[in-house]
T-cell receptor, first 114, second 108 residues
Framework: DADVTQTPRNRITKTGKRIMLECSQT?????MYWYRQDPGLGLRLIYY???????NKGEISDGYSVSRQAQAKFSLSLESAIPNQTALYFC?????????????FGPGTRLTVL | AQRVTQPEKLLSVFKGAPVELKCNYS??????LFWYVQYSRQRLQLLLR??SRESIKGFTADLNKGETSFHLKKPFAQEEDSAMYYC??????????FGTGTRLTVIP
């Protein structure tokens, strides 16, 4: 589903660097989410936003920050990357008018922190 | 606090055999459960939700509140069913809480 895009798709960085992952959507959804996926741990919610002025911490927000620049854009930042933030990161969207529980996922960003 | 348990990380079945992917949950509120699937080189997508009581691609899942389970079943597995499957629970904050996933491999 090309309606949810993530950039970059792959990124290798070093410990201590600041990294930003970007997510854009053309679905017109008001809700956006950031997850990380780790082998054996599944998907864990980092941050979520129900509209531009509403941003909330998820299960594992420490070490991350987000910015909802517009309804269509939701960025995830790692202020000072560390190796255990190496993971696959997914952005997702949802809409309050949709059946609850349906989220639309981006293709993922594979981040490696050396 | 909520919990979603998928006890099998890996599951292999032969083509044509029945398949059951287990999901158990713990939640103090009224549970709403979903199955998401990720096929190779595709995005994670919703497969089915317990509210709809639907069958998608031959899969069904029944919410059993007594056993706090939401197992995904299909009577005859197909090769194209090979994928990663996640069970998810809707939380009070209107988010999804995912299990750790089960990778299903259907052997030809």
């Amino acid at each position: 589903d090309a309606d949810v895009t993530q950039t970059p798709r792959n990124r290798i960085t070093k410990t201590g660097k600041r990294i930003m992952l970007e997510c854009s959507q053309t679905k017109g959804h008001d809700r956006m989410y950031w997850y990380r996926q780790d082998p054996g741990l599944g998907l864990r919610l980092i941050y979520y936003s129900f509209d531009v002025k509403d941003i909330n911490k998820g299960e594992i927000s420490d070490g991350y920050s987000v910015s909802r620049q517009a309804q269509a854009k939701f960025s995830l930042s790692l202020e000072s990357a560390i190796p255990n933030q190496t993971a696959l990161y997914f952005c997702a969207t949802g809409d309050r008018d949709l059946v609850v529980g349906e989220q639309f996922f981006g293709p993922g960003t594979r981040l490696t922190v050396l | 606090a909520q919990r979603v348990t998928q006890p099998e990380k890996l599951l292999s079945v032969f083509k044509g055999a029945p398949v059951e992917l287990k999901c158990n949950y713990s939640y103090s509120g009224s549970p709403e459960l979903f199955w998401y699937v990720q096929y190779s080189r595709q995005r994670l997508q919703l497969l089915l939700r317990h509210i709809s009581r639907e069958s998608i691609k031959g899969f069904t899942a029944d919410l059993n509140k007594g056993e706090t389970s939401f197992h995904l079943k299909k009577p005859f597995a197909q090769e194209e069913d090979s994928a990663m499957y996640y069970c998810a629970l809707r939380t009070g904050a209107n988010n999804l809480f995912f299990g750790t996933g089960t990778r299903l491999t259907v052997i030809p």
